[in-house]
């Protein structure tokens, strides 16, 4: 019996959260990015946050702008603007994406020299939406960005969400 009640939940929530993939659905996204595992005193404080918003155009198919920031205590800054597209496989709330994005890099040495530039990023991404509620998600992902100046611009990184569906 709890076996096919646990089955019976499953089924539902799954169902609801196809739901929220639909055409015309809106999407909203707020992301903690560059979470540092370790702190040491040379690097201090770093931290990054990233802002999405799109809308389904198809069912299981979005089209989502971004925007996101970065802080190094030590110097660096980065502020990065693109568009995107993911797919969500119907049912489960695993989700690909890739996408166009333009960086624009700040660095300051203690010597006060600055170096900055913008470069252009291809970036893809796998994750899973874990809805709370219907319309609430968690959504960790991993990341990839590829850098068209040069290769050392490149990231994998891991990003922890929260997404709206309505």
């Known amino acids: 019996m709890k076996k096919l009640f646990v089955c019976l939940v499953?089924?539902?929530?799954?169902?609801?959260?196809?739901?929220?993939?639909?055409?015309?659905?809106?999407y909203f996204n707020a992301a903690v990015t560059n979470l540092g595992?370790?702190?040491?005193?040379?690097?201090?404080?770093?931290?990054?946050g990233q802002i999405?918003?799109?809308?389904?155009?198809?069912?299981?198919?979005?089209?989502?702008m971004n925007g996101e920031g970065v802080y190094h205590k030590q110097g660096e800054r980065s502020a990065t603007f693109g568009v995107g597209a993911r797919y969500y496989f119907s049912q489960n709330g695993i989700?690909?994406?890739?996408?166009?994005?333009?960086?624009?890099?700040?660095?300051?040495?203690?010597?006060?020299?600055?170096?900055d530039f913008t470069d252009g990023l291809w970036s893809f991404e796998a994750g899973y939406a874990f809805f709370?509620?219907?319309?609430?998600?968690?959504?960790?992902?991993?990341?990839?960005?590829?850098?068209?100046?040069d290769s050392d611009y490149s990231k994998v990184g891991f990003k922890l969400g929260f997404g709206l569906y309505f």
């Open 52 to 64: 999405t918003a799109g809308t389904f155009l198809f069912d299981d198919i979005a089209l989502l």
């Open 10 to 26: 499953l089924m539902l929530a799954t169902t609801l959260a196809h739901a929220q993939f639909e055409q015309n659905k809106w």
């Open 95 to 115: 989700y690909v994406g890739t996408g166009i994005k333009f960086r624009h890099y700040e660095y300051k040495a203690e010597e006060e020299n600055t170096t």
């Open 132 to 149: 709370l509620s219907r319309t609430v998600t968690i959504e960790p992902a991993v990341y990839y960005d590829l850098s068209f100046k």
């Open 37 to 48: 595992l370790s702190y040491s005193g040379s690097e201090e404080l770093r931290m990054g």
